[in-house]
Protein backbone atom coordinates (compact mmCIF):
# COMPACT_ATOMS: atom_id res chain seq x y z
CA UNK A 1 0.00 0.00 0.00
CA UNK A 2 1.03 3.49 -1.05
CA UNK A 3 1.91 6.15 1.77
CA UNK A 4 4.40 7.53 4.08
CA UNK A 5 5.47 5.36 7.40
CA UNK A 6 7.63 6.94 10.36
CA UNK A 7 9.44 4.87 13.07
CA UNK A 8 9.67 4.67 15.78
CA UNK A 9 5.58 5.25 16.45
CA UNK A 10 6.69 6.28 19.93
CA UNK A 11 9.98 6.96 22.33
CA UNK A 12 10.75 8.25 25.80
CA UNK A 13 14.40 9.78 25.15
CA UNK A 14 16.60 10.99 28.01
CA UNK A 15 17.78 14.63 27.56
CA UNK A 16 21.04 14.75 25.95
CA UNK A 17 20.53 11.97 23.87
CA UNK A 18 21.01 11.35 19.58
CA UNK A 19 17.70 10.25 17.99
CA UNK A 20 17.03 9.92 14.67
CA UNK A 21 13.22 9.57 13.71
CA UNK A 22 12.62 7.87 10.17
CA UNK A 23 10.41 8.85 7.22
CA UNK A 24 10.29 6.51 3.67
CA UNK A 25 7.75 7.56 1.16
CA UNK A 26 6.82 5.35 -2.05
CA UNK A 27 4.69 7.48 -3.93
CA UNK A 28 8.01 9.08 -5.14
CA UNK A 29 6.99 12.23 -4.13
CA UNK A 30 9.36 15.27 -4.88
CA UNK A 31 9.19 16.94 -1.59
CA UNK A 32 9.20 16.20 2.18
CA UNK A 33 8.75 18.14 5.12
CA UNK A 34 9.22 17.63 9.28
CA UNK A 35 6.95 19.01 11.54
CA UNK A 36 6.20 19.18 15.12
CA UNK A 37 2.44 19.66 16.45
CA UNK A 38 2.05 21.09 19.79
CA UNK A 39 -0.91 21.28 21.82
CA UNK A 40 -2.80 24.81 21.10
CA UNK A 41 0.05 25.34 18.29
CA UNK A 42 -0.37 24.70 14.49
CA UNK A 43 1.79 22.18 12.49
CA UNK A 44 5.56 23.98 12.98
CA UNK A 45 7.53 23.44 9.85
CA UNK A 46 10.90 21.98 10.97
CA UNK A 47 12.85 21.36 7.91
CA UNK A 48 12.06 20.67 4.23
CA UNK A 49 13.41 19.20 1.19
CA UNK A 50 11.88 20.08 -1.94
CA UNK A 51 13.96 17.35 -4.11
CA UNK A 52 16.45 14.82 -3.36
CA UNK A 53 20.20 16.02 -2.60
CA UNK A 54 18.85 19.21 -1.46
CA UNK A 55 17.33 20.71 2.06
CA UNK A 56 16.10 23.78 3.49
CA UNK A 57 15.41 25.37 7.31
CA UNK A 58 11.81 25.84 8.49
CA UNK A 59 10.01 28.02 11.21
CA UNK A 60 11.77 25.94 13.79
CA UNK A 61 15.07 24.25 12.70
CA UNK A 62 17.21 24.61 15.72
CA UNK A 63 18.08 21.53 17.47
CA UNK A 64 17.08 19.25 14.46
CA UNK A 65 19.27 18.28 11.08
CA UNK A 66 18.08 16.19 7.99
CA UNK A 67 19.22 14.68 5.17
CA UNK A 68 18.07 13.62 1.95
CA UNK A 69 20.24 11.60 0.53
CA UNK A 70 17.55 9.74 -2.09
CA UNK A 71 13.74 10.26 -2.72
CA UNK A 72 12.22 7.99 -0.46
CA UNK A 73 13.71 8.72 2.71
CA UNK A 74 13.91 11.97 5.13
CA UNK A 75 15.08 10.97 8.13
CA UNK A 76 15.24 13.51 11.42
CA UNK A 77 18.12 14.01 14.15
CA UNK A 78 18.23 15.12 17.19
CA UNK A 79 21.68 15.82 17.98
CA UNK A 80 21.28 16.58 21.71
CA UNK A 81 17.72 16.04 22.72
CA UNK A 82 16.13 18.71 25.13
CA UNK A 83 12.59 18.91 26.97
CA UNK A 84 10.98 21.49 24.67
CA UNK A 85 11.61 18.62 22.16
CA UNK A 86 8.72 16.84 23.68
CA UNK A 87 6.34 16.51 20.71
CA UNK A 88 4.42 15.05 18.13
CA UNK A 89 6.18 14.90 14.97
CA UNK A 90 4.46 14.28 11.83
CA UNK A 91 6.75 13.56 8.11
CA UNK A 92 4.65 14.73 4.98
CA UNK A 93 5.27 14.49 1.20
CA UNK A 94 3.83 15.88 -1.99
CA UNK A 95 4.26 16.03 -5.48
CA UNK A 96 4.71 19.46 -7.06
CA UNK A 97 3.46 18.40 -10.11
CA UNK A 98 0.28 18.31 -8.79
CA UNK A 99 -2.54 21.08 -9.58
CA UNK A 100 -2.76 21.26 -5.48
CA UNK A 101 0.39 19.71 -4.33
CA UNK A 102 -1.48 18.72 -1.23
CA UNK A 103 1.12 16.99 1.77
CA UNK A 104 0.55 13.71 2.45
CA UNK A 105 1.33 12.84 5.88
CA UNK A 106 2.68 9.98 8.08
CA UNK A 107 0.99 8.46 10.84
CA UNK A 108 3.15 10.27 13.47
CA UNK A 109 6.29 10.05 15.85
CA UNK A 110 5.26 10.63 19.50
CA UNK A 111 9.15 11.83 21.32
CA UNK A 112 8.87 12.65 25.11
CA UNK A 113 12.07 13.93 26.60
CA UNK A 114 13.26 13.33 29.94
CA UNK B 1 4.16 38.44 11.04
CA UNK B 2 1.80 35.52 9.41
CA UNK B 3 -1.24 34.28 11.10
CA UNK B 4 -4.13 31.65 10.76
CA UNK B 5 -6.96 32.37 13.14
CA UNK B 6 -9.96 29.88 13.39
CA UNK B 7 -11.79 29.06 16.61
CA UNK B 8 -10.32 26.93 19.08
CA UNK B 9 -13.51 24.83 19.95
CA UNK B 10 -17.37 24.08 17.96
CA UNK B 11 -20.25 22.00 19.22
CA UNK B 12 -22.96 20.86 16.86
CA UNK B 13 -25.75 18.06 16.29
CA UNK B 14 -25.73 15.09 14.33
CA UNK B 15 -27.62 15.95 11.21
CA UNK B 16 -26.95 19.43 11.10
CA UNK B 17 -24.92 21.87 9.31
CA UNK B 18 -21.56 23.79 10.70
CA UNK B 19 -19.61 26.61 8.92
CA UNK B 20 -15.79 26.59 10.52
CA UNK B 21 -14.35 29.88 9.67
CA UNK B 22 -10.36 30.44 9.47
CA UNK B 23 -9.37 34.12 8.26
CA UNK B 24 -5.34 34.79 7.19
CA UNK B 25 -2.38 37.04 7.01
CA UNK B 26 0.08 36.17 4.77
CA UNK B 27 3.19 37.18 3.07
CA UNK B 28 1.80 35.76 -0.35
CA UNK B 29 -0.93 33.27 -1.16
CA UNK B 30 -0.82 30.62 -3.24
CA UNK B 31 -3.67 28.58 -1.93
CA UNK B 32 -5.56 27.19 0.94
CA UNK B 33 -5.92 23.83 2.35
CA UNK B 34 -8.02 22.37 4.78
CA UNK B 35 -7.12 19.41 6.39
CA UNK B 36 -9.10 16.99 9.11
CA UNK B 37 -7.25 14.98 11.84
CA UNK B 38 -8.74 12.64 14.28
CA UNK B 39 -7.34 12.55 17.50
CA UNK B 40 -3.87 10.48 17.69
CA UNK B 41 -3.68 10.58 13.84
CA UNK B 42 -2.14 11.92 11.07
CA UNK B 43 -3.55 15.06 9.45
CA UNK B 44 -5.67 14.04 5.87
CA UNK B 45 -6.87 16.44 3.16
CA UNK B 46 -9.89 17.71 2.91
CA UNK B 47 -9.66 20.50 -0.09
CA UNK B 48 -8.07 23.08 -1.57
CA UNK B 49 -9.04 27.12 -2.99
CA UNK B 50 -6.44 28.78 -4.81
CA UNK B 51 -9.51 31.06 -7.06
CA UNK B 52 -12.57 32.59 -5.42
CA UNK B 53 -15.38 30.74 -4.57
CA UNK B 54 -17.05 27.57 -3.53
CA UNK B 55 -15.88 23.94 -3.96
CA UNK B 56 -17.84 21.57 -3.48
CA UNK B 57 -16.89 17.83 -2.52
CA UNK B 58 -19.66 15.74 -1.37
CA UNK B 59 -21.00 16.83 1.87
CA UNK B 60 -18.03 19.00 2.04
CA UNK B 61 -17.76 22.24 0.60
CA UNK B 62 -15.02 25.01 1.36
CA UNK B 63 -15.50 29.10 0.81
CA UNK B 64 -12.43 31.42 -0.65
CA UNK B 65 -12.32 35.07 -0.47
CA UNK B 66 -9.11 36.07 -1.18
CA UNK B 67 -9.90 39.92 -0.61
CA UNK B 68 -11.12 39.48 2.82
CA UNK B 69 -8.26 36.77 3.61
CA UNK B 70 -11.03 34.78 4.83
CA UNK B 71 -12.02 30.90 4.36
CA UNK B 72 -14.94 28.92 5.83
CA UNK B 73 -15.39 24.81 5.71
CA UNK B 74 -18.90 24.08 5.65
CA UNK B 75 -19.98 20.71 6.68
CA UNK B 76 -23.36 19.02 6.09
CA UNK B 77 -25.42 16.24 7.32
CA UNK B 78 -23.05 15.98 10.24
CA UNK B 79 -22.33 12.32 11.71
CA UNK B 80 -20.41 11.25 14.54
CA UNK B 81 -17.60 10.37 12.53
CA UNK B 82 -17.02 14.10 11.94
CA UNK B 83 -15.85 14.36 15.00
CA UNK B 84 -12.40 15.72 14.54
CA UNK B 85 -10.11 18.65 14.26
CA UNK B 86 -10.15 20.51 11.16
CA UNK B 87 -7.00 22.71 10.07
CA UNK B 88 -6.88 25.46 7.73
CA UNK B 89 -3.23 26.16 5.82
CA UNK B 90 -2.25 28.83 3.58
CA UNK B 91 0.52 28.35 1.25
CA UNK B 92 2.42 31.39 1.11
CA UNK B 93 5.04 33.35 -0.89
CA UNK B 94 7.67 30.72 -0.25
CA UNK B 95 5.10 27.85 -1.25
CA UNK B 96 5.64 27.08 2.33
CA UNK B 97 2.08 25.95 4.36
CA UNK B 98 1.21 27.96 7.26
CA UNK B 99 -1.35 26.01 9.58
CA UNK B 100 -4.08 27.41 11.80
CA UNK B 101 -3.76 25.58 15.65
CA UNK B 102 -7.01 23.85 14.29
CA UNK B 103 -10.90 23.72 15.43
CA UNK B 104 -12.04 20.72 17.50
CA UNK B 105 -15.44 20.03 16.09
CA UNK B 106 -17.75 17.87 18.81
CA UNK B 107 -20.91 16.26 17.62
CA UNK B 108 -23.70 15.59 19.87
CA UNK B 109 -26.28 12.80 18.85
Known amino acids: IAGITQAPTSQILAAGRRMTLRCTQD?????MYWYRQDLGLGLRLIHY???????GKGEVPDGYSVSRANTDDFPLTLASAVPSQTSVYFC?????????????FGPGTRLTVL | GQNIDQPTEMTATEGAIVQINCTYQTSGFNGLFWYQQHAGEAPTFLSY??LDGLEEKGRFSSFLSRSKGYSYLLLKELQMKDSASYLCAVRDSNYQLIWGAGTKLIIKP
Open chain 1, 49 to 55: SNTAGTT
Open chain 1, 27 to 31: MRHNA
Open chain 2, 49 to 50: NV
Open chain 1, 92 to 104: ASSDSSGTSNEQF
